[in-house]
């Protein structure tokens, strides 16, 4: 079964309006984190925001946050305020608690275009 | 934050021979981690690169492959050995930090875009 999945491949949204970007994840582990991760057609990975599993509140960081449903088991992201540059591919991961090494598990990813 | 400097940040090969990417860290940090994203997918772990020990391979990936070098706490490198055009990827590193929250945030390379011909 796949851990982590992004049901939506391409995704496009008006410059300035809000979008949001699902995700869903499969664990047994009760302590995990949750990622979300932005690339540009350049290819380097940048890091957007990070949920833990025992976190009360949702995370933001300026124009992101993550609507973090437990029992539904989703970390779906929310981009406030699109802009251009807001074009990417968006990664959602997970780390379970129990593997030692850290791991980090991928979803297949969402292509996302802002419109001008 | 950890600032990650991967290099070359591109490469272009003949078939058969071996490439070697260079990974290193502003920090000191226990371990690293090398992934591929083939072109279209997404990202899968190659190794977990431990300092003072072996690499740690994941299901797929033989160290005679993708031999790894880590020889202290801020520096790995990846060697892609008698590549194949299979091997035509992206390749990144990455590394694990903990902040003062103790929660763990996950940093990556600039990423090797390889292209094997």
């Known amino acids: 079964a796949q851990k982590i999945t992004q049901t939506q491949p391409g995704m496009f949204v008006q410059e300035k309006e809000a979008v949001t970007l699902d995700c869903t994840y499969d664990?047994?582990?009760?302590?995990?984190?949750l990622f979300w991760y932005k690339q540009p057609s350049s290819g380097e990975m940048i890091f957007l925001i990070y949920?833990?599993?025992?976190?009360?509140q949702n995370a933001t960081e300026g124009r992101y946050s993550l609507n973090f449903q437990k029992a539904r088991k989703s970390a779906n992201l929310v981009i406030s305020a699109s802009q251009l540059g807001d074009s990417a591919m968006y990664f959602c991961?997970?780390?379970?608690?129990?593997?030692?090494?850290?791991?980090?598990?991928f979803g297949q990813g969402t292509e996302l275009s802002v419109k001008p | 934050s950890a600032v990650i400097s991967q290099k070359p940040s591109r490469d272009i090969c003949q078939r058969g021979t071996s490439l070697t990417i260079q990974c290193q860290v502003d920090?000191?940090?226990?371990?690293m981690f090398w992934y591929r994203q083939q072109p279209g997918q997404s990202l899968t772990l190659i190794a977990t690169?431990?300092?003072?020990?072996?690499?740690?391979?994941e299901s797929g990936f033989v160290i005679d492959k993708f031999p790894i070098s880590r020889p202290n706490l801020t520096f790995s490198t990846l060697t892609v050995s008698n590549m194949s055009p299979e091997d035509s990827s992206i390749y990144l590193c990455?590394?694990?930090?903990?902040?003062?929250?103790?929660?763990?945030?996950?940093?990556f390379g600039q990423g090797t875009r390889l292209t094997v011909v």
């Open positions: 990455s590394v694990e930090v903990r902040d003062r929250g103790m929660n763990t945030e996950a940093f």
């Open positions: 664990t047994s582990d009760p302590s995990y984190g």
């Open positions: 949920q833990g599993s025992y976190d009360q």
């Open positions: 991961a997970m780390r379970e608690a129990y593997n030692q090494g850290g791991k980090l598990i």
């Open positions: 920090s000191q940090v226990t371990m």
């Open positions: 690169a431990n300092q003072g020990s072996e690499a740690t391979y």
